[in-house]
């Protein structure tokens, strides 16, 4: 998501299972990764001010390109309010934008189905934005907020 809001790389975007806020994820993490960030990023308390830097959703005003969210509902590696406040963010900012929450999966999909879903949903969302014609047409495709 950080490529979404600091970089003006790309002009859509989806994000699977992603991090928003690195200080929340810095103190809430899982025990296997609790000493990652630390190492990449600095040491809490002290680096704090860095942490907020990095993370997407203190800068989320600078989110303005077309922005969708997959997330499962029982991921406690990146849990589902990272993904839905940058989602209320983009609204906010009036961002084409659509949230997918999965029931039952975790970090890292793993159903066949909601994959299956998941990159069909993506293509679409793409087709939408750029505007061009699907091949197949999408079943029960995620709706897209302020798409105009």
Not at 39 to 64: F, T, V
Request: hydrophobic share 35%; aromatic share 14%.
């Amino acid at each position: 998501m950080a490529m979404m809001v600091f970089k003006k790389y790309f002009h859509a975007g989806v994000s699977y299972y992603g991090v928003s806020d690195l200080l929340e994820l810095a103190k809430h993490t899982h025990k296997f990764e609790s000493q990652y960030m630390t190492k990449m990023i600095g040491k809490l308390p002290e680096d704090e001010e860095i942490y907020k830097e990095r993370s997407p959703l203190c800068h989320a005003n600078q989110l303005q390109c077309p922005i969708g969210f997959f997330q499962g509902s029982d991921d406690f590696v990146c849990p589902p309010p990272q993904s839905q406040e940058l989602y209320n963010a983009a609204l906010e900012n009036g961002v084409a934008t659509f949230y997918v929450e999965y029931k039952g999966e975790a970090h890292g999909f793993r159903k066949a189905v909601n994959i299956q879903r998941c990159v069909s949903n993506e293509i679409y969302f793409y087709s939408k934005i750029f505007g061009f014609k699907l091949a197949d047409e999408t079943k029960n495709p995620p709706p897209i907020k302020e798409l105009t």
